[in-house]
């Protein structure tokens, strides 16, 4: 099981001043898509290149020119690309063919995905490397988490990673962790805590003992 670190809400040199704190407690750390619009693909360029051992992954939530936008992403340093599930097929397949070219992989998010456990088991054969179930900060708002939708992929993924986002925090992470995803996404759970080096070493250390 590993760890990512979602940043949403920095610029790049808040982002490279974060990672100094808590990178040895993290895994992979997420361009998320709010730093995307802001900063562009600047933003995993300089990440990438600020902490060259730590895996970045850019939070496009691909939809459509799937093939092209990995190209890019990957151009800059990017190891793994986001691309939603309710995106077509074609896009999913673009999306995995670049990828492979490229040796990256691909995250697909579930969120606003309606048949969970149906898109799951198209997008596990269409060969992504993880499918993410999410709550998008909208949802967050109204009360709902993606903990019930882990449990549902995890019964009908075969091939690829499972991964969990949205809203986790310190409190609810032994609750995903029982579920036994593959990764687990933590943003505000750790940028707004208190003591982020504190937060971030106590989750992965939950996390190793799985
Ligand atoms: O993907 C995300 C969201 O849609 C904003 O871009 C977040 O990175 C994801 O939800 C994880 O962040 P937290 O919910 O703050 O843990």
Redesign the pocket.
Known sequence: MELQL?L?LVNIPQAIELLKEVEPYIDIV?I???VVINEGLRAVKEVKQAYPNLKVLA?L?IMDAAGYEVMKASEAGADIITILGVAEDESIKGAVAEAKKQNKKILV?M?SVKDIEGRAKELDAMGVDYICV????DL?AVGQNSFEDLKKIKRVVKNAKTAV????KLSTLPEVIQAKPDLV?????I??AEDMKATAAEMQKLIKQG
């Open positions: 979602a949403d997420e998320g898509t709010p939070d939530k998010d969120i999410h709550t998008g900060y967050q986002a949205g809203g986790i996404i933590v943003g505000g759970g940028t707004g």
